[in-house]
């Protein structure tokens, strides 16, 4: 039996499908039919609003939002008093629940007063960003009000419900109020509050040790402070030198090199339970896998052999072995580096918060090194470079022509940065402060900086060793920019750019927009427009399972200029966007997008819009 039939079959229990002798012709859509002259509703429909409901509250609960929840019946009195203790806005001096007129448009006017039941006193300060009715047919009036006040409201219909009021809710839920059901609506809301809940406490939670360590670097400030003044020279990827000629030349450059690749950004904004770099990007393609395969091209391409150093943390080995198997008996020697004694580390990305560091204060990205005599082996075995991946920007190159400047002008330090939208190509050599340098990858910022910090850098080992054997690792003041001497950054392309963090990206990623080949991601040239489009899809898609189930292939998006979704909206196959395409789906209703459609410049509501 699949877990579809078992979930209607617990709604049938509930006697959700009985509908009332009358229903109303907007209510047709619902119903499956008469039977005994009562109106019998669509289970199915029953199920696919009250997930769009739970996925609004869900949305909302993030982000603190207020919520009331009315009843005038007291046959579910019982059921609200445990759900309102469960979520915690239970009072235990008030046994009463609120049941008043006027609620909203006079929420500034604290009354006492007695209704049919009981003596309550209400006085609001704030009004709530949500209402949920269960017995909407003795609450017109509520909805009406919050009509007036535009507050969305989550109510059960039924089918005789009359027009004026079915407008006015905005995620109407189609069911037989029966108790039963009503236990099992309430205890679905529960429990969405208190999943969101959770994950708010432990962003909380993340937030305070932020906090905390943020309370612990205040002395660091002025010479954060100071950094901002320091000019670092940025050159243009154009002026460097071509890779010798001769190969044996280029093998002998590579041999000299190492990647170390941190594994540990989490996609928990995603709902994955596991790193970024395992998501399959394209074609089969996780950011590991393209990564591996750049390097087995360029050992395969010139005979050389560069290493892959992965650090792991704790939570995110098993899911990289996963990917490590495909590569048993591939060129490219693997390993794998776990937190020692020294710790764990903070990554680029594994924070909901969006601190602005300088690349030049990430002293913790060499204690991986230390671990079992790595940097010391790496040297002994003639290794000079590494090229350090901190976050998942699936359009990273590993580049042997940064490697060749690099060694040619004897650098310690390289950072990769990418001019932002708003800012000139870097065209010539060119100072920059490093407060111009957005190592911040939130896409809202980005617009402050001139530069933007792709967060892979290039680091002499010599330089490395020189740093750690004076024990600045042990130093809280720490900063690698004194240890560094001749530190630069390459201006690189702006497609060399794509950090992985939602599924909008995910989006682009797997449309024509993009190919990869042996691990490099290339922009399809049919692409007329620089930019590319912008992607906004609603609450329905944000998790990576919701993401991939509402396609059957991701749409042709070539000639596309943005894309809005919102609702229960799902995918056909070989459907084409163009232009600026918005679509909205109504509250009860299941918008499926048939296959083969092209959408041009349109809002789409319902499938006549189509």
Same mark, same amino acid.
């Given at each position: 039996?699949?877990?579809?039939?078992i979930?209607?079959?617990?709604?049938?229990?509930?006697?959700?499908?009985?509908?009332?002798?009358?229903?109303?012709?907007?209510?047709?859509?619902?119903?499956?039919?008469?039977?005994?002259?009562?109106?019998?509703i669509?289970?199915?429909?029953?199920?696919?609003?009250?997930?769009?409901?739970?996925?609004?509250?869900?949305?909302?609960?993030?982000?603190?939002a207020?919520?009331?929840?009315?009843?005038t019946?007291?046959?579910?009195d019982?059921?609200?008093?445990?759900?309102t203790?469960?979520v915690?806005?239970?009072?235990s001096?008030?046994?009463?629940?609120?049941?008043?007129?006027?609620?909203l448009t006079n929420? =500034?006017?604290?009354k006492?007063?007695?209704?049919?039941n009981?003596?309550?006193?209400f006085?609001?300060?704030?009004?709530?960003?949500?209402?949920?009715?269960?017995?909407?047919?003795?609450?017109?009036?509520?909805?009406?009000e919050?009509?007036?006040?535009?507050?969305?409201?989550?109510?059960?219909?039924?089918?005789?419900?009359?027009?004026?009021? =079915?407008n006015?809710i905005?995620?109407?839920v189609?069911?037989?109020?029966s108790v039963?059901?009503?236990?099992?609506?309430?205890?679905?809301?529960?429990?969405t509050?208190?999943?969101?809940?959770?994950?708010?406490a432990?962003?909380?939670?993340?937030?305070?040790?932020?906090a905390?360590?943020?309370?612990?670097?205040?002395s660091?400030?002025?010479?954060?402070?100071?950094?901002?003044?320091?000019?670092?020279t940025v050159?243009?990827?154009?002026?460097?030198?071509?890779?010798?000629?001769?190969?044996e030349?280029?093998?002998?450059?590579?041999?000299?090199?190492?990647v170390l690749?941190?594994?540990?950004?989490?996609g928990?904004?995603?709902?994955l339970?596991g790193?970024?770099?395992?998501i399959?990007?394209?074609?089969?393609?996780?950011?590991?896998?393209?990564i591996?395969?750049q390097?087995?091209?360029?050992?395969s391409?010139?005979?050389?052999?560069?290493?892959?150093?992965?650090?792991?943390?704790?939570?995110?080995?098993?899911?990289?072995l996963?990917?490590?198997?495909?590569?048993?008996?591939?060129?490219?020697?693997?390993h794998?580096?776990?937190?020692?004694?020294s710790?764990e580390?903070?990554?680029s990305?594994?924070?909901s918060s969006?601190?602005?560091?300088h690349?030049?204060?990430?002293?913790?990205?060499?204690r991986?090194?230390?671990?079992?005599g790595?940097?010391?082996?790496?040297?002994?075995q003639g290794?000079?470079y590494?090229l350090?991946?901190?976050?998942?920007?699936?359009?990273t190159?590993?580049?042997?022509?940064i490697?060749?400047?690099?060694?040619i002008?004897?650098?310690?330090?390289?950072?990769?940065?990418?001019?932002?939208?708003?800012?000139?190509l870097?065209?010539?050599?060119m100072?920059?402060?490093?407060?111009e340098?957005?190592?911040?990858?939130?896409?809202?910022?980005?617009?402050?900086?001139?530069?933007?910090?792709?967060?892979?850098?290039w680091?002499s080992?010599?330089?490395?060793?020189?740093?750690?054997?004076a024990?600045?690792?042990k130093?809280e003041k720490s900063?690698?920019?004194?240890f560094?001497?001749?530190v630069?950054?390459?201006?690189?392309?702006?497609?060399?750019f794509?950090?992985?963090?939602?599924? #909008?990206d995910?989006?682009?990623?797997? #449309?024509d927009? =993009?190919?990869c080949?042996e691990g490099v991601?290339?922009?399809?040239?049919?692409r007329?427009?620089?930019?590319?489009?912008v992607?906004?899809?609603?609450p329905?898609?944000?998790?990576?399972?919701?993401?991939?189930?509402?396609?059957?292939?991701?749409? #042709?998006?070539?000639?596309?200029?943005?894309l809005?979704?919102?609702?229960?909206?799902?995918?056909?196959?070989?459907?084409?966007?163009?232009?600026?395409?918005t679509?909205?789906?109504?509250?009860?209703?299941?918008?499926?997008?048939?296959?083969?459609?092209t959408?041009?410049?349109k809002?789409?509501?319902?499938?006549?819009?189509?």
């Amino acid at each position: 039996m699949t877990i579809h039939s078992i979930v209607i079959q617990k709604l049938l229990s509930t006697n959700a499908q009985v509908g009332r002798r009358v229903a109303a012709h907007h209510f047709k859509g619902y119903t499956y039919g008469f039977r005994n002259k009562m109106a019998i509703i669509d289970s199915d429909k029953t199920l696919i609003c009250m997930r769009s409901a739970f996925n609004f509250i869900a949305s909302l609960a993030r982000h603190n939002a207020r919520f009331m929840f009315i009843n005038t019946n007291p046959l579910f009195d019982d059921i609200f008093n445990l759900m309102t203790k469960k979520v915690g806005s239970y009072s235990s001096s008030t046994s009463s629940l609120w049941r008043t007129g006027g609620f909203l448009t006079n929420s =500034y006017s604290p009354k006492k007063f007695r209704s049919r039941n009981k003596k309550l006193v209400f006085g609001p300060t704030q009004s709530p960003d949500c209402i949920v009715i269960v017995d909407t047919d003795r609450k017109s009036t509520v909805i009406n009000e919050a009509f007036k006040l535009q507050i969305p409201v989550v109510a059960l219909v039924d089918s005789a419900m009359p027009l004026d009021v =079915y407008n006015r809710i905005a995620y109407p839920v189609p069911a037989n109020d029966s108790v039963q059901f009503v236990y099992l609506f309430c205890n679905l809301i529960t429990k969405t509050l208190l999943h969101e809940k959770s994950k708010v406490a432990a962003a909380a939670a993340d937030s305070r040790e932020e906090a905390l360590r943020k309370g612990k670097s205040k002395s660091k400030s002025k010479s954060k402070s100071d950094l901002d003044k320091v000019d670092i020279t940025v050159v243009p990827y154009t002026s460097l030198a071509p890779l010798p000629e001769d190969t044996e030349e280029t093998k002998k450059l590579l041999d000299k090199f190492v990647v170390l690749k941190f594994n540990g950004a989490q996609g928990r904004n995603m709902d994955l339970d596991g790193p970024k770099s395992a998501i399959n990007i394209r074609d089969g393609q996780t950011f590991l896998d393209m990564i591996i395969n750049q390097i087995e091209m360029l050992n395969s391409k010139y005979g050389c052999s560069v290493p892959l150093l992965l650090f792991n943390k704790n939570d995110t080995g098993d899911s990289s072995l996963k990917v490590l198997e495909k590569y048993s008996k591939s060129s490219v020697e693997v390993h794998t580096l776990k937190p020692g004694e020294s710790g764990e580390l903070k990554l680029s990305g594994e924070h909901s918060s969006k601190e602005e560091m300088h690349p030049f204060d990430d002293v913790e990205v060499f204690r991986p090194l230390m671990t079992g005599g790595t940097l010391d082996s790496l040297l002994s075995q003639g290794k000079e470079y590494i090229l350090v991946l901190k976050s998942d920007n699936v359009a990273t190159i590993v580049d042997p022509n940064i490697l060749n400047h690099l060694m040619i002008n004897d650098i310690e330090y390289c950072m990769e940065v990418t001019p932002n939208q708003s800012f000139n190509l870097v065209l010539t050599a060119m100072k920059f402060k490093l407060g111009e340098i957005a190592r911040n990858q939130d896409k809202n910022l980005k617009n402050n900086f001139k530069l933007i910090d792709t967060t892979n850098m290039w680091v002499s080992l010599r330089a490395i060793k020189r740093f750690v054997d004076a024990d600045e690792l042990k130093q809280e003041k720490s900063s690698v920019f004194k240890f560094f001497g001749n530190v630069i950054g390459v201006s690189v392309p702006e497609s060399r750019f794509f950090p992985l963090d939602v599924t #909008s990206d995910l989006l682009l990623l797997q #449309s024509d927009l =993009y190919t990869c080949r042996e691990g490099v991601l290339t922009r399809n040239p049919a692409r007329t427009n620089h930019l590319n489009p912008v992607i906004d899809l609603g609450p329905e898609f944000e998790k990576i399972n919701d993401f991939q189930s509402r396609f059957k292939s991701i749409p #042709s998006i070539i000639e596309l200029d943005s894309l809005r979704v919102r609702g229960d909206v799902w995918f056909g196959s070989n459907i084409t966007l163009k232009g600026q395409v918005t679509i909205s789906a109504k509250p009860d209703l299941k918008l499926e997008i048939p296959d083969g459609v092209t959408i041009e410049n349109k809002e789409i509501n319902d499938p006549a819009d189509i």
